[in-house]
């Protein structure tokens, strides 16, 4: 999938970097939801966080600027919401281990364990806002519907979302998602 043409810096369009190794003057950077689970997630994945640790370690101690799409965000708090809240309601018996949480506003909304859950939300947003230097941003009202309808037949929405963000900021994509390390035109750094 083809994107429009961007030029960021001095840095051909389409570069695939792997850390360490990205040009000293990169800094704009866009998170993939996987990323924020990664470092930021109920449950963080350890052996990912290892992996992404650096880069992300990097980018918050340069300030350098990190865009997040505002779907993007929302995505990373509805994934926090349901893990958090499985995990609780199978810690008190309220859901079998070999269940799936389903949100359910009308149950959910006035149950304790999710009054929990937002004030880890609130505490885990808090992290993140004093840690990067984040700008929140959305494409969507810039993107063509033919273009939207054409790119999610390569790609989930969300990552087209996020591939125009990286576009439109001249950004790089700190991701280890296939769809968009694929993705012509756009600038990603995936750990090793």
């Given at each position: 999938?083809?994107?429009r043409a ?21 800094n ?17 994945n350890e ?5 992404y640790?650096?880069?992300v ?16 965000l929302g995505?990373?708090?509805?994934r926090?919401?349901n ?9 008190n018996?309220?859901l ?7 949100f ?27 840690t ?11 993107i ?30 700190v991701?280890?998602d ?8 756009i600038?990603?750094?995936t750990a090793?």
């Amino acid at each position: 999938m083809q994107l429009r043409a961007t030029q960021y810096l001095n840095i051909k369009n389409n570069m695939k970097f792997t850390w360490p190794n990205i040009p000293a003057d990169c800094n704009r950077f866009v998170f993939d939801t996987n990323v924020l689970i990664y470092m930021h997630g109920f449950i963080p994945n350890e052996r990912m966080a290892r992996k992404y640790g650096p880069i992300v370690e990097h980018i918050a101690s340069s300030r350098a600027n990190v865009y997040i799409d505002k779907v993007v965000l929302g995505e990373f708090i509805n994934r926090y919401i349901n893990a958090s809240m499985e995990y609780k309601l199978k810690q008190n018996g309220s859901l079998n281990s070999d269940e799936k949480f389903k949100f359910n506003k009308q149950i959910h909304r006035d149950c304790l364990q999710y009054k929990e859950v937002l004030k880890e939300i609130n505490v885990i947003l808090h992290q993140i806002q004093s840690t990067y230097n984040l700008q929140l941003c959305s494409t969507i009202f810039s993107i063509n519907a033919d273009i939207i309808t054409d790119s999610i037949a390569h790609m989930e929405f969300n990552d087209f979302l996020i591939a125009n963000v990286a576009e439109a900021e001249h950004a790089i994509i700190v991701t280890n998602d296939k769809d968009l390390t694929g993705c012509q035109n756009i600038n990603t750094l995936t750990a090793k």
